[in-house]
């Protein structure tokens, strides 16, 4: 790893996921062979209030910058993780792609699909940049089992498939309300912009693209305490169901559930999917982040297995194979594969590419039109 190449990083926005990000750079030595190094070399964010964590942990930041501008113009920053809220996606994505440097962004990949397209216009004049959105949790070692089995076509038939992201910390609601929760910063998809990504990685790399969908929203809290002793109006969705068509390897139409829930009583931040063939059927949650559980589809006696998956993870790790596998590996296994595409290693899982966020967006607006109509909607 000395000899290995470095990467250096300038992290745009210092909330929830820049501060992630700090956790999987110090934790890079895990793994066995990457194609290199990153190295955090800049920060940004408009308050020098949130510098400070980021100073007092990672010795190697050599700006720290309130303007993000600053990071782009710097000829010792490579590559920009982005991070920040949705109604700033399309300027600072744009203003990344136009300085030449790699691009992580977040998700949704703009705030709707028009700030979408026009990122990746940008993208497509700027072929220099490697870019990718962040989705995570296909790197579990029970999701990777799951695409495998899908892959080598195992269920078989597919008759139906689900794929879900579910919260339930809204139930409170008591609970501030923040970005996230407003329709002019999060976004018109509200739940489905934040979740719907994390659901649609893996069904989109299997081929299941969605043709037409019906899209079932709920609006469950109306206004959430300001924090300033007041109320302010929660005008995103909560929770949304999309009910999508999509086709089989070979070509045959099957019902693919897709769910965004911000308010599931029981969930915190589960992440599952369930798929069930003619052949073989599978299941896979976080919630039990060991266990990969397969049906052989043998007709007769019903009987799911149990898989104790342990650390099987993608790319390999001096971790080992007994341990469990959680968030932050799946964040790491992720940034792994950044790197090593990056690099030009070819990789049997990349991440989120910009083609899927248009894909994504199409199939979020067809989503809301289908809310608005009550109808069904094709993905156009
Ligand atoms: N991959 C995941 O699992 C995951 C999880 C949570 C959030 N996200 C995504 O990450 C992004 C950020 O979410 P978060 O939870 O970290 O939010 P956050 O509110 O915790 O942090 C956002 C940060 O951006 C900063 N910011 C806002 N405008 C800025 C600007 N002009 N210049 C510099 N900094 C600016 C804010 O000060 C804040 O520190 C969103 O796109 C969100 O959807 C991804």
Redesign the pocket.
């Known amino acids: 790893m000395k000899d290995a190449p470095r990467i250096r990083f300038g992290v ?7 501060k992630a990000f700090v956790d999987v750079v110090g934790r890079w030595g895990q793994l066995l062979d990457p194609a290199a190094v990153p190295v955090i070399a800049g920060i ?4 020098e209030a ?1 510098h400070d964590w980021f100073l007092d942990r990672v010795p190697s930041i050599k700006v720290a910058a309130t303007d ?1 501008r600053a990071l782009l113009e710097d000829p010792d920053i490579d590559a920009i993780y982005c ?4 109604d ?2 399309e300027r ?1 994505y744009i203003d990344i792609l136009e300085s030449g440097k790699h691009l992580m962004g ?3 990949f703009g705030i709707d699909r028009a700030a979408n397209a026009r990122i990746l216009a940008v993208a497509a004049e700027h072929p220099e940049s490697f870019v990718r959105c ?3 949790f296909p790197y579990f070692p029970g999701a990777q089992r799951a695409y495998s089995w899908i892959a080598e076509g195992r269920l078989g038939r597919i008759i139906e498939a689900r794929f879900g992201f579910n919260h339930s910390s809204d139930l409170d609601i008591s609970k501030p309300i ?2 996230k929760r407003t329709v002019a910063r999060n976004g018109p998809y509200g739940c489905l912009g ?1 979740l719907g990504i994390h659901t649609q990685h893996l069904p989109f790399r299997a081929g299941w693209v969605p043709s037409r969908v019906y899209g079932r929203f709920s609006k469950l809290v109306r206004e959430r305490p300001d924090g300033k002793g007041g109320m302010a109006a929660c005008d995103t969705w909560d929770n949304a169901t999309l009910v999508c068509d999509a086709e089989d390897s070979s070509g045959e139409a099957f019902p693919l559930y897709l769910e965004t829930k911000r308010i599931e009583p029981g969930s915190t931040n589960r992440w599952f999917l369930e798929a069930y063939g003619m052949d073989g059927s599978i299941k896979y949650s976080t919630d039990d982040p060991n266990a990969f559980r397969f049906l052989d589809g043998t007709p007769g006696e019903q009987s799911w297995n149990r898989v104790d998956l342990g650390y099987r993870s993608m790319l390999p790790t001096a971790t080992g194979s007994i341990f469990q596998f959680g968030f932050s590996d799946a964040l790491l296994q992720m940034w792994g594969a950044y790197i090593d595409e990056l690099c030009g290693r070819p990789l049997r899982f990349g991440c989120f590419t910009p083609e899927e966020t248009r894909l994504s967006h199409a199939l979020c607006a067809a989503a809301l039109r289908s809310a608005a109509s009550g109808a069904v909607e094709s993905v156009a």
């Open positions: 745009i926005g210092l909330g929830l996921m820049g940004c964010s408009r308050s949130s993000y991070a920040v809220p949705h700033m996606h600072i977040e998700k949704p962040s989705s995570e923040n970005w934040d």
